[in-house]
């Protein structure tokens, strides 16, 4: 009897577990890198309200900022600071469309975000 409720305990704890394995598999946040001189990827695809994380490599050089610059219709233009290597800056893209970032010092680093409904 002891038992089967042991049991019975278990399987439920297991369960919780993988329910919340999946749930944060599911987080919303997609981390994209900043280099010497490059965003990687160069264009991605999320969902609207997906929270975008860009990490600034180790042992960059030289520096860089994330700036939006074309974007949907409504939305606010962001720019993060100038930074070489340990730093990182998000932003929540809630706006379906197509976002254009770039840095300010290299204008040959840009990165297309396409936000899907
Ligand atoms: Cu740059």
Request: charged share 25%; glycine share 6%; with cysteine.
């Amino acid at each position: 009897m002891r038992r089967a409720l042991l049991l019975a305990v278990s399987v439920c704890v297991l369960a919780l577990a993988i329910a919340g394995a999946s749930a944060a598999s599911k987080s919303k946040t997609r981390t994209v890198k900043v280099s010497d001189d490059y965003y990687a990827p160069v264009k991605f695809t999320v969902k609207a309200g997906t929270k975008i994380r860009w990490v600034w490599l180790d042992g960059n050089y030289d520096t860089h900022d994330v700036r939006l610059g074309k974007r949907p219709k409504g939305v606010k233009k962001f720019k993060s600071q100038l930074a070489a290597s340990d730093f990182t800056f998000s932003r929540k893209l809630t706006v379906p469309g197509t976002y254009h970032i770039y840095c300010s010092i290299h204008r040959t680093m840009r990165e297309t975000i396409v936000v899907k409904r």
